[in-house]
């Protein structure tokens, strides 16, 4: 069972950038069949992909948000991150990481956490 686990400031002024990182277990980052994404969902709003990392670092984002986000990783930590640049009030979201094994097409989620951003 992959375990994820997001942290990082419950707090954002806008302009600032928004990190978070998720921490992996029982699974490697580095392993081909999975898949590491950024999702989030807002007050009253449906869910929202941000964008994935893959086994090999390669990394897609949303269309719409790809111009101030970035994914990233320290394999050596197992962990992947989150970076939301320029960030306003509309970025007010519970942000999950997500886990996507293709060969087994399942997926799992870490708890979700929430970030507002206000000053």
């Known amino acids: 069972q992959v375990q994820l686990q997001e942290s990082g400031p419950g707090l954002v002024k806008p302009s600032q950038t928004l990190s978070l990182t998720c921490t992996v277990s029982?699974?490697?980052?580095?392993?081909?069949?999975?898949?590491w994404a950024w999702i989030r969902q807002p007050p009253g709003k449906g869910l929202e992909w941000l964008g994935v990392?893959?086994?090999?670092?390669?990394?897609y984002y949303s269309p719409s948000l790809k111009s101030h986000t970035s994914i990233s990783r320290d394999t050596s930590k197992n962990q992947f991150s989150l970076q939301l640049s320029s960030v306003t009030p509309e970025d007010t979201a519970v942000y999950y990481c997500?886990?996507?094994?293709?060969?087994?097409?399942?997926?799992?989620w870490g708890q979700g956490t929430p970030v507002t951003v206000s000053s």
């Open positions: 029982s699974a490697t980052i580095t392993t081909s069949s999975y898949r």
């Open positions: 997500n886990a996507y094994n293709v060969r087994a097409s399942r997926e799992y």
């Open positions: 990392i893959a086994y090999d670092g390669s990394t």
